[in-house]
């Protein structure tokens, strides 16, 4: 009898999976679809950190496919609070309720920091990036971006810093769950150092500034995660 109710609970599971999997996937297409019949004003935000700059393309298909994929990034965005409530909607019902404190922030934490990077890097470091590789033109070098080679620049720059925001929460959360200390990560700085640099590589375009630019907002993130894992730890000794 409780095999039964044990399999009957993993097809119910399962069941809801796929409804939360269906309405994700549709939210996403949506809003896909949606942002492809905006792809004029997308190109319009994306090009006002780069000034005065007009994009060429070289294929017959190029600005085509370069609008689909720049579409299903922003539509990835503009559906991630759905896909978010339909995460945190399977998997809550299955945690304790000391869990639920913990991962519910954390999400949320998660979406302000990734937009704290992206607008970073939006406002402050991508201006300072295109200017700077916008010095080497001359009379004899003019800058003709393909509208391919400039939205994967800009989206893989605007989602790195995204990413790298995300640092003091990761921290947090490990300190919250006694996975990392403090003095473990004072310690570390140095290995730190290395990781930080070999994110920056992977995680901005292929060249010297977009990395430097990137490391020392992450040494500056690394040492506030540092800050908040000692207040995680400061309130966990108060709650013991």
Known sequence: ????????????????????????????????????????????ILLKPAGKLELIYV?????????????FMAGLVLSMPVLLFQLLAFITPGLHSHEKKIII??????????????????????PYAISFFMNFTSAQ??????ISNYLSFITKFLFGFGVIFELPILFLVLGTLHLVSAAFLRKNRKYALLIIAIVSAI??????VSQIMMMFPLLLLYELGIWLVVFSQRVSRRKE
Do not use: W
């Open 1 to 44: 009898m409780s095999q039964k109710v044990q399999a009957l609970t993993l097809v119910q599971h399962l069941e809801e999976l796929r409804k939360r999997l269906f309405i994700c996937i549709g939210c996403l297409l949506l809003t896909t679809i949606v942002s492809f019949a905006f792809a004029d004003l997308l190109h319009a």
């Open 59 to 71: 294929t017959p298909p190029e600005a085509m496919m370069a609008n689909l994929r720049l579409a």
């Open 105 to 126: 922030p954390a999400v949320l934490a998660i979406v302000v920091f990734f937009a704290l990077g992206v607008l970073f890097a939006y406002y402050i470091a991508f």
């Open 141 to 146: 070098v003019k800058p003709m971006f393909t």
């Open 203 to 208: 995680l901005t375009p292929p060249d010297v």
